[in-house]
């Protein structure tokens, strides 16, 4: 009987002694958890510049094959207009007073 409760102190001793590195040791779990949470977070980066990566490929491949893209960009960004078209600027001054409603006609909807 004697063997049994040494044997059993030994085992108790082992457990405590895996349950305590579990714990406390390196690599411990709450050192996984925190280096789960910043590879979750690297993960969520990553897609975001992924998508970035795959609408910039876009872009170059339309640039690289498309005169739509470029003729779009020199419009915009650089105002050019082709051979023959006229280009129309609309100014809104601010200067003027607003425009006044019309009165409604006589004899209209709802007399």
Request: hydrophobic share 40%.
């Given at each position: 009987?004697?063997?049994?409760r040494?044997?059993?102190?030994?085992?108790?001793?082992?457990?405590?002694l895996?349950?305590?590195r579990l714990w406390?040791g390196?690599?411990?779990?709450?050192?996984?958890?925190?280096l789960q949470a910043?590879v979750d977070?690297?993960?969520r980066?990553?897609?975001?510049l992924?998508q970035?990566?795959?609408a910039?490929?876009?872009?170059?491949?339309?640039?690289k094959?498309?005169?739509?893209?470029?003729?779009?960009?020199?419009r915009?960004?650089?105002?050019?207009i082709?051979p023959g078209?006229?280009f129309?600027?609309?100014?809104?001054?601010?200067?003027l007073?607003?425009?006044?409603?019309?009165?409604p006609?006589?004899?209209g909807?709802g007399q």
């Amino acid at each position: 009987m004697r063997d049994w409760r040494w044997l059993l102190l030994v085992l108790a001793l082992v457990v405590g002694l895996l349950q305590h590195r579990l714990w406390l040791g390196p690599g411990n779990s709450g050192q996984v958890q925190a280096l789960q949470a910043q590879v979750d977070a690297q993960k969520r980066d990553n897609e975001g510049l992924q998508q970035r990566n795959d609408a910039l490929a876009a872009e170059v491949m339309d640039l690289k094959d498309g005169e739509s893209a470029i003729e779009e960009r020199a419009r915009s960004e650089l105002g050019m207009i082709k051979p023959g078209e006229k280009f129309y600027r609309v100014v809104e001054s601010s200067g003027l007073p607003p425009a006044q409603p019309q009165a409604p006609l006589a004899g209209g909807v709802g007399q």
